[in-house]
Structure formats: C-alpha cells, structure tokens
C-alpha cells in the first residue's frame, strides 16, 4: 500500500521561509506526477505545483517567483521550498502523486502551514 508522509509545516512569520519534503513508502510504483496541494479553511483545495516525469512543471500564479518544487525520481520524493511567505498562505498542504499504473492519484495526510503578519 502507498504511503505519502509530508513534513517541514509549521508557523512561520509574513516573509519567512519553510520547506516541505513528501516521502513515499509501501509501493515501487513510478509516480508519472508529483506535487503539492493546498486547503485553506473553508475553501476548497488547489495546485500549488506539480512536477511531471518529463520535467515540465505547473505553478499556481499566486506562488510563481516564491516557490520552487523539486522532485528526486529514483527516490519518489518531491519538496516544495516556499520563500517570502504570506499570511494568505496559510493553509493544510498536501502531498500528491499520480500513478498511470494505478490509474490514480495518492495523497500525504498534510501537513499545517501559517503565516503571521
């Protein structure tokens, strides 16, 4: 069974900086996408970035110039490393990956991001 464990959340001031790493255990499934989402109380949850096997990446127009999403392949592993945090960041984020084999996307547990102004 795929696990996705997140960690580095945590609270951080206007400006500050953290980084989220996701791990994976339980499967040696090829993850054709990995990424990070986030949900901020009361609103529904969305991309914040997404790296694909072939590089290409996508990046939520609010977080474009601040954040940086790696992944490492042969490890199953993607970070995310968010600078020049905002109050409006603040949110639970989530770890994911896409696996074409399954036909599916798997999920971390999340991890709690908040920014103080």
């Known amino acids: 069974q795929v696990q996705l464990v997140e960690s580095g959340g945590g609270l951080v001031q206007s400006g500050g900086s953290l980084r989220l790493s996701c791990t994976t255990s339980g499967s040696a499934s090829y993850f054709y996408a990995m990424g990070w989402h986030r949900q901020a109380p009361g609103k529904q949850r969305d991309l914040v970035a997404r790296m694909w096997s072939g590089g290409l990446t996508n990046i939520a127009d609010s977080v474009k110039g601040r954040f940086t999403i790696s992944r490492d392949g042969a490890t199953n592993t993607v970070s995310l490393q968010m600078n020049s945090l905002k109050p409006e960041d603040t949110a639970v984020y989530y770890c994911?990956?896409?696996?074409?084999?399954?036909?599916?996307?798997?999920w971390g547990q999340g991890t709690q991001v908040t920014v103080s102004s």
């Open positions: 994911d990956a896409y696996s074409a084999n399954a036909g599916r996307d798997y």
